[in-house]
């Protein structure tokens, strides 16, 4: 079965500074993976999707991830966060047939002022 | 944004009453999916549907019921409501069964008191 596994489920950072955040996937199959966000009292928007090729993906409001199959990670960066970026972050992956995704237990991204 | 909509935003319920929340879609997507969302546990699958009258259990689905008489309608019911069914209840649907994006609802935020 696919899993993953959001390694932190808080992360504070100040405006303007640079941030990670962790995702970590099990699968036996082939690997697709998302980043959602989710802003408060709103439901889940992609940020981004890794399909195949290059393994740096870029997506919406300057985010972007890496895959990387060898450390099974798949961590979202952006360089510079604003206060907008307040939200929850999920990673998820495709479940087994028809069920849909699997999310992570998601992040809670702080942006200090 | 997707069509997705769903009814009711907001409901309180007494111990021991049914409930059924409503999920619809304008984009003829085949495949949707009741998720609830709750601290820590991130989004856990309920009940998914694969087309129309064609449905099967998620990780979460003890209590609840779904049904799909047509394309765009997705109900989920708990037959009995329980405190610990106490949650924020999101539909998401999509197209295909992989790498594809799933597009979801704004969310019914349910209390059992």
């Known amino acids: 079965a696919q899993s993953v596994t959001q390694l932190d489920s808080q992360v504070p950072v100040f405006e303007e500074a640079p941030v990670e955040l962790r995702c970590n996937y099990s699968?036996?199959?082939?690997?697709?993976l998302f980043w959602y966000v989710q802003y408060p009292n709103q439901g889940l928007q992609l940020l981004l999707k890794?399909?195949?090729?290059?393994?740096l993906v870029k997506g919406i409001n300057g985010f972007e991830a890496e895959f990387n199959k060898s450390q099974t990670s798949f961590h979202l960066r952006k360089p510079s966060v604003h206060i907008s970026d307040t939200a929850e972050y999920f990673c998820a992956v495709p479940g087994g047939g028809a069920d849909g995704l699997t999310f992570g237990k998601g992040t809670h991204l702080i942006i200090q002022p | 944004d997707a069509g997705i909509t769903q009814s009711p935003r907001h409901k309180v319920t007494e111990t021991g009453t049914p409930v059924t929340l409503r999920c619809h879609q304008t984009e003829n997507h085949r495949y949707m999916y009741w998720y609830r969302q709750d601290p820590g546990h991130g989004l856990r699958l309920i009940h998914y549907?694969?087309?129309?009258?064609?449905?099967d259990k998620g990780e979460v689905s003890d209590g609840y019921s779904v049904s799909r008489s047509k394309t765009e309608d997705f109900l989920l019911t708990l037959e009995s409501a329980t405190s610990s069914q106490t949650s924020v209840y999101f539909c998401?649907?999509?197209?295909?069964?992989?790498?594809?994006?799933?597009?979801f609802g704004q969310g019914t935020r349910l209390t059992v008191v």
């Open positions: 699968s036996s199959v082939s690997v697709y």
């Open positions: 890794y399909l195949s090729g290059s393994t």
């Open positions: 998401a649907t999509g197209d295909t069964l992989k790498g594809t994006e799933a597009f």
């Open positions: 549907s694969y087309g129309v009258k064609d449905t």
